[in-house]
């Protein structure tokens, strides 16, 4: 009987202890914070707005949270809200929004290919902590940018027609034959088309032009090079001013020189001129003199005889 009662003390001992063991365990899984990694890869339209979405997380919950943006074509950057505090590298008007219901957003206005790259957000939480990439891009056609110009080379003309950062490429086509070569370049899934047309000498210039089409486009765009607003009146004004500029500085130098030299010509003296004359006391003559004083000697002696 009494091997009974201590079988069943052990019984109930480790029962006991493996309770209190689950207990521990449970206990020891839910303090433990689980971090959520996940990658996305989303496309938008140019000219749209995008909201970009890090967690479900409510503000409440939420500690901070962090999105650093590494662009394709420019510096990255770093937005983040911690502690009532907005931190924003960026300033290109990206912005930390909420929804109605609390939750957390990245706000990007008028989306544009500068916009696309790689979007990391970090957000942390009560109880964990989400990491999400999210890999955005442009998504249908992307109109490119389109110049024209002329430029000498080995005494001919060349006029150039440049489609740039379109998605797919631009197709570049002239309204006058000659020797025509084109480049495309594929940069970060956007192309640039450069079309040159090299013109032969005497050639009728006036009404040249190259058409662009694109997919984006529902016409093609016509660009009318005229060499008159272009490369050459500005360089034949520049050539004016130079020779302005030195005749102007010759006369100066010239004007200055002829009055250095007539201060230090000698003044002349006209020979025709007499000196003037001087105001000289008239004399009497010796003999007048003597007759003078004789006479008076005369008179003295006549007066005491």
């Not at 983040?80 to 990245?106: M, V």
């Not at 008076?296 to 005889?305: E, G, R």
Request: with cysteine; hydrophobic share 35%; charged share 20%.
């Amino acid at each position: 009987m009494r091997h009974m009662m201590w079988i069943y003390a052990v019984l109930i001992f480790v029962l006991s202890e493996a309770r209190s063991m689950d207990t521990g365990t449970n206990h020891s899984i839910r303090s433990v914070n689980l971090t959520v990694y996940a990658v996305r890869h989303l496309a938008f339209n140019q000219g749209t707005e995008v909201n970009l979405t890090c967690s479900n997380k409510t503000w409440n919950e939420m500690l901070y949270v962090i999105w650093n943006i590494q662009f394709q074509t420019k510096k990255e950057c770093r937005i983040s809200f911690n502690n009532g505090t907005n931190h924003d590298s960026c300033n290109d008007g990206k912005s930390l929004r909420n929804t109605s219901s609390a939750l957390s957003y990245l706000h990007i206005p008028n989306f544009s290919d500068t916009d696309q790259g790689r979007y990391d957000c970090e957000s942390v939480y009560t109880g964990g902590n989400d990491n999400l990439a999210i890999h955005v891009a442009i998504t249908g056609p992307v109109p490119p940018s389109i110049s024209a110009w002329f430029y000498h080379e080995d005494n001919k003309m060349v006029a150039v027609c440049k489609a740039e950062r379109g998605k797919p490429a631009a197709t570049i086509s002239w309204s006058h034959t000659g020797n025509i070569s084109s480049v495309t370049n594929d940069s970060d899934g956007f192309f640039t088309v450069e079309s040159r047309l090299e013109l032969p000498k005497g050639m009728d210039t006036e009404n040249l032009s190259c058409a662009i089409r694109h997919p984006n486009w529902t016409r093609e765009k016509i660009l009318v090079l005229k060499p008159k607003k272009g490369y050459f009146p500005w360089l034949y004004v520049l050539i004016v001013v130079v020779i302005i500029v030195i005749l102007a500085g010759f006369l100066f130098l010239a004007g200055k020189k002829i009055i250095t030299l007539r201060r230090c010509q000698p003044s002349d003296t006209s020979p025709s001129k007499s000196p003037p004359a001087e105001d000289v006391e008239e004399v009497e003559p010796y003999a007048s003199y003597v007759q003078r004083v004789n006479s008076i000697y005369n008179s003295s002696a006549d007066f005491f005889t």
